[in-house]
């Protein structure tokens, strides 16, 4: 048997913050104390809260094509990822693939083959130090899916499958003369052919709903939820169809609908910390003012999540209530709440410890299946020196640090 013990911590538990100490024995949480210990790692008063877990995030992308026309192998890209995610607070990150009839693009982008980037991913997840998942991105306009969704199946690193409808001028991107401009560039073909183009893929894509046999096929196996909803009728199909959860709804009246029909809430973490969307959409400040939010995602900006919960401890929600949504409410969504997202006795050992630092979250420790993953190694006031030193020091004179 392994023991860890963390002590001098402020310990964001799910209803309430403790200063004190922690134990650890091998994988999992097995003690919680309200006082300091003389042993153990001192974190310095740092903030301790369960591993953040993020159920989307498209930024393997970001890695794997830094640029439009460089190509970096997915495996210097997933591992430089896997540090980048640790180093932001995330322990569980469910990385977004593509799947749809459009699969003639490089691996890892929006064209690219989803169903080969997620086979991959499995392949190298093992080999990782946080926890790595697969967050499917499914269109909804393509025939037949029988045997793609057979092979979903078989990939037990899948961790959600989201419906994404790929018709022209609905949903996120509703101005249709901007998509067909971009496709003529992207293409280097004239605006007429680029409107021809898209008014045949407008009517296949209206004339194609998989939503029906995706419910069939994997309702109860893999969570489902829906992405980009913007009217009511949206919503209603998607929660008829096996949707628990509505991620990223465009409008509030998305968001109002969800949470009437039971369905859980997702906006990502880099609108509210912007202040509003990117693209026009609903802005995350509005959704929460009404309770309508229960998860945040990092979307494509990992540092935004620790930058997030804190502002919103700021703006007068307490940690404990903002942390839940980017822990114990995704692992819950995800199947796992029972056994990881919150500081609790038996839970699994996925912890952060960080300093709030000009606003966002100064990372020093992670902890995945009670091993340390990550250290930021020097302590910013004292340069050169680890944050343990002081305590082995103060041991030296006889001094306990608290």
């Not at 459009?102 to 064209?111: H, I, L, N």
């Given at each position: 048997m392994t023991e860890t013990i963390l002590t001098n911590a402020r310990i964001i538990r799910p209803s309430r913050e403790i200063q004190g100490s922690l134990v650890i024995e091998d994988e999992c949480i097995t003690d919680i104390l309200p006082h300091n210990l003389l042993d153990g790692i001192d974190l310095c008063g740092a903030i301790l809260i369960p591993g953040i877990v993020d159920i989307h995030t498209d930024y393997i992308e970001r890695e794997i094509a830094p640029r439009p026309s460089a190509k970096i192998p997915l495996e210097l890209a997933l591992h430089v990822m896997d540090l980048r995610a640790l180093s932001c607070g995330l322990t569980t990150i469910c990385s977004a693939a593509?799947?749809?009839?459009?699969?003639?693009?490089?691996?890892?982008?929006?064209?690219?083959?989803?169903?080969?980037?997620?086979?991959?991913?499995?392949?190298?997840?093992?080999?990782?130090?946080?926890?790595?998942?697969?967050?499917?991105?499914?269109?909804?306009?393509?025939?037949?899916?029988?045997?793609?969704?057979d092979q979903v199946l078989e990939l037990k690193s899948i961790a959600n499958l989201v419906y994404n409808d790929d018709t022209p001028g609905q949903r996120q991107f509703r101005d249709i003369e901007a998509q067909i401009r971009q496709r003529a560039t992207r293409q280097n073909i004239s605006l007429e052919e680029a409107r021809r183009l898209m008014d045949e893929r407008t009517e296949r894509a209206r004339r194609i709903n998989n939503r029906a046999e995706v419910k069939r096929r994997i309702a109860g196996s893999i969570p489902?939820?829906?992405?980009?909803?913007?009217?009511?009728?949206?919503?209603?199909?998607?929660?008829?169809?096996?949707?628990?959860?509505?991620?990223?709804?465009?409008?509030?009246?998305?968001?109002?609908?969800?949470?009437?029909?039971?369905?859980?809430?997702?906006?990502?973490?880099?609108?509210?910390?912007?202040?509003?969307?990117?693209?026009?959409?609903?802005?995350?400040?509005?959704?929460?003012?009404?309770?309508?939010?229960?998860?945040?995602?990092?979307?494509?900006?990992?540092?935004?999540?620790?930058?997030?919960?804190?502002?919103?401890?700021?703006?007068?929600?307490?940690?404990?209530?903002?942390?839940?949504?980017?822990?114990?409410?995704?692992?819950?969504?995800?199947?796992?709440?029972?056994?990881a997202g919150s500081i609790e006795i038996g839970k699994r050992a996925d912890l952060v410890a960080f300093h709030p630092h000009n606003g966002y979250g100064d990372v020093a420790y992670v902890w995945v299946n009670g091993k340390e993953r990550f250290s930021s190694l020097i302590d910013r006031d004292q340069p050169g020196r680890h944050p343990g030193e002081e305590r082995k020091q103060s041991e030296k004179d006889g001094v306990a640090a608290d």
């Open positions: 593509r799947i749809s009839e459009e699969r003639d693009g490089a691996a890892g982008s929006w064209r690219g083959d989803g169903l080969a980037l997620a086979r991959s991913f499995q392949n190298l997840i093992p080999a990782m130090r946080a926890h790595h998942l697969i967050h499917i991105r499914w269109s909804t306009n393509f025939e037949p899916v029988e045997h793609i969704l489902i939820g829906s992405h980009d909803d913007t009217t009511i009728e949206h919503v209603i199909e998607a929660h008829e169809t096996g949707a628990t959860l509505c991620e990223m709804p465009c409008t509030i009246e998305a968001a109002r609908k969800a949470k009437e029909l039971g369905m859980m809430v997702c906006m990502g973490a880099p609108n509210y910390y912007r202040g509003g969307s990117h693209c026009g959409n609903l802005a995350c400040h509005d959704a929460m003012a009404e309770n309508l939010v229960d998860i945040i995602c990092s979307d494509y900006h990992f540092p935004s999540m620790l930058a997030c919960a804190l502002r919103m401890a700021e703006e007068g929600m307490s940690l404990s209530a903002a942390i839940k949504m980017f822990t114990a409410n995704p692992a819950h969504y995800l199947g796992f709440g029972d056994t």
